[in-house]
């Protein structure tokens, strides 16, 4: 059984969803649903956890002397 939540936002946030949802061809609400699940997914926080550990100076020079390219971050 689903729940209902409601969350206010300011109009040009909701401008924003808007635009996002009609660019990906849904719905705000399936673009916020999804938003949530991504942030509450335990992967997702071990994957940023490990990304940021991985990105020390010490770690990227190893990286970029094996494999080339830019740091992002």
Same mark, same amino acid.
């Given at each position: 059984?689903?729940?209902?939540?409601?969350? /206010?936002?300011?109009?040009?946030?909701?401008?924003?969803?808007?635009?996002? @949802? +009609? #660019? %990906?061809?849904? $719905?705000?609400?399936?673009?916020?649903?999804?938003?949530? /699940?991504?942030?509450?997914?335990?992967?997702?926080?071990?994957?940023?956890? @490990? +990304? #940021? %550990?991985?990105? $020390?100076?010490?770690?990227?020079?190893?990286?970029?002397? /094996?494999?080339?390219?830019?740091?992002?971050?």
């Amino acid at each position: 059984m689903s729940k209902h939540i409601t969350i /206010r936002v300011d109009e040009e946030f909701h401008a924003r969803l808007a635009a996002r @949802a +009609a #660019a %990906e061809g849904t $719905t705000i609400t399936a673009l916020v649903t999804e938003a949530a /699940r991504r942030e509450l997914d335990p992967d997702r926080q071990r994957f940023l956890e @490990a +990304a #940021a %550990e991985f990105n $020390t100076s010490e770690n990227w020079a190893y990286f970029q002397e /094996r494999f080339g390219g830019k740091k992002t971050a």
